[in-house]
DNA sequence: CTTATCTTCGTAAACGTTTACGATGATTTC
DNA sequence: GAAATCATCGTAAACGTTTACGAAGATAAG
């Protein structure tokens, strides 16, 4: 056997049967001569087994390359080791940035993460996605819902295992508890921070409000400006979209409204107005101060480089990991949000005496 | 025992036992009055079961609200209706594009993904990472490996489950096979953009040659010149940051190299130059033009908006998921590369004569 | 009417674990 | 030295499916 020119692909100490099965606990168990209740008390490292067997049984698992197989151990079981993520397809900056570094998180804990997304109308879809995240055999499931419509559906549907919600500012249910960063707090210190500047008249160019962070933006932005003692500035609901900002800015452009200031909802929709400001010669910061939202990659290097609010995604995700494999767990976990931080640039300046 | 106070564990037909075990397939055959094999078979749509059981029990299946238990059947059959998806956690704009659109497909296409992501040092990791992943039961995997030295991991490890890499310009080994954009392309239609505009003195914002797409963008742009029958023009390597061409613009501007017209790796790659360009006195496009690459949100907002090249990812998604599953299943798919387009906006124009 | 052939269905075994329980030998206690 | 305790290990049953096979009744063929 030696002599044979093709290595068999032999995982036996009996180098001539060449066995094509993966290794289960009883080969471990006739390798290392003891029986596979022993095996099985080695891999859930349990009481009841001598030092000296549980270094042999060690030894032979790594040796012939041995691994659990999950489906059987989820099948005694029924608890497991993966943990399931539902998201609408959204490609936009907070979304993908949680999802990122939720399946960062969980790795680190030792779950795998199975993600599905939902696309519109949501109602009967999310309950479909939640059995499907529910049979494959999660132990609970994180939903990243952006949208109030979605949110709404996951409130609505039922589900077996336990049910985190991401979403700002949303309120927790019986049966799915939500969890955020307080994007509140986060609006209004980018507001609070043109007001210490001197600015009075505080435009804010809005998300989408179908967007829970489109609401709770535009809340921290009114409370800062209510709780500075200063008329409320310019609303305007927009969608996140640079297009959007660009149009809207010019229109406002022509119709000499151009405000002192403006908080955007997001970089993006910072980049759109400051495009259709320089465009017709108003220039940021010297004219107009802006701040905006999610200090996005780049942002940092836009023309001028933006002051912003940035979220702590991977804090949010380590937090929200925390709550759910609690809530698994059965036990109870603070939760308190965590909160965003201003990062100043150049966007935003004093504001100058002439009205 | 029927005046037992407490209810006993029944989920029976009887309505007044709440039965809080997930319903099994003996439960619907006890219901439906067949045995479980029948249950089996209408399951799977096996043939040997007559038009009027499959129809009776199907309905008990929908009232009583079974759920095919997704572990038993991985246990006994090894097949599975999951695929795995590894990336490294780079939180950049190609990577986590093509994530975002591959989750899409498999959804489509009735598939869940785990998805779980590696760091650097690559080597152990990736193998360890496969393993993972083959054993929850994935049916295939695709990884997506920017970067060069995971690919090599990913080489280098082994896997019993058919292993897919996107990573442009990446070759095939046996074990695993390579798809990907034809980047290379992209960046020839960007630079040939450039020529045609009268531009004959190129250079060219490069990635990090430690990533694929670095390699063959770079490659893309100096076929096109030789092909022109230009000189090579500046190539500088780079990290797709908009930091590092800023402040390697910053050096040409000093040093008075600043070359007529740039072809940017990346769209924050062009960012950073333009800025840069700006804070000096030159403006883009006017004094140089330049064109970027990946088409990111907001690109069309910059100051100019950027003439850049656009990756269809939902189309390498679909492609992807074909070749794979072809794989999974032992079938051949054709494998020819999606062709990436050049999206002309501002920031590129006609050459000047003043040399 | 008997026998052979279908159809339709039930049964047993297996997949790879975990868990509860019992068995064995060694050690301690009286 | 016998009984009790302890540490260590083996065994059986179960988890919810699928699959191979066999059995019963119905139908067709002789």
Redesign the interface.
Known sequence: MAGATVPREANERLPDAPPRR?PTINDVASVAGVSFGTVSRVLNDAPDVSAATRQRVLQVIKDIGY??????T??VT?RST?IGILSD?S?RFGP??TL?AL??IA?RKGY??????VERPYGESVQAAL???????VGGIIVIAPVVEMAAAVWNASC?VPVEMIAAGASSTPNVFSYSENQELGARLATQHLIELGHTDIAHFGGSLDWFDGRVRKRGWEAALRDAGLAPGLYLEGDWS??W??ETALQLVREHKVPQAVFAAS??TA??L??AF?ENGIRVPEDVSVVGFDD???S????P?LTTVRQDFTALALMSMEVLIGAMEGREVDRTPIAPTLVVRDSARQATSHT
């Open positions: 993966k691994r659990r197989n999950r489906a059987a989820a099948l029924s993966s397809g490609p993908v940035g990122m399946e960062n790795r795998a993460t199975t993600v599905i997304s059995d499907t995240l529910d049979d494959t055999g077996r640079p297009r900002a660009y970089d993006h980049l759109g400051i495009r320089a996005i990659e780049g940092d290097y836009f023309l480089p």
